[in-house]
């Protein structure tokens, strides 16, 4: 089992920077992939930006250059650092952990955070 929350959003001003963290807890060595989705109103859930557990890192278009993604396997933990923030990026953050090293495999997710860009 594992347990996911993230933590970090709020309101931020086009232009301004944001960083979302998430902590993983449980069985945090059977994690592999660790990393961040986001849904905007009325659209379907996307991925952000992943981070393997051999430090393999992944950005979506639409953030790249934007976005930073830290992860710490020791502490189960990954950070999202947001820059350069437009309208587009208000959606609800969810960070989600894969738990595939081991039996059962299974990803878990955040319950999201919000992030709301104003122009």
């Known amino acids: 089992q594992v347990q996911v929350v993230e933590s970090g959003g709020g309101l931020v001003q086009a232009g301004g920077s944001l960083t979302l963290s998430c902590a993983a807890s449980g069985d945090i060595d059977c994690i592999s992939v660790m990393g961040w989705y986001r849904q905007a109103a009325g659209k379907e859930r996307e991925p952000v930006a992943s981070?393997?557990?051999?430090?393999?890192?992944n950005y979506s278009d639409s953030v790249k250059g934007r976005v930073m993604i830290f992860r710490d396997n020791a502490k189960g933990t990954v950070t999202l650092q947001m820059g350069s923030l437009n309208v587009d990026d208000t959606a609800v953050y969810y960070c989600?952990?894969?738990?595939?090293?081991?039996?059962?495999?299974?990803?878990?997710w955040g319950q999201g955070t919000q992030v709301t860009v104003s122009s």
């Open positions: 981070s393997t557990r051999v430090g393999v890192i």
């Open positions: 989600y952990a894969d738990r595939d090293r081991c039996l059962d495999p299974k990803i878990y």
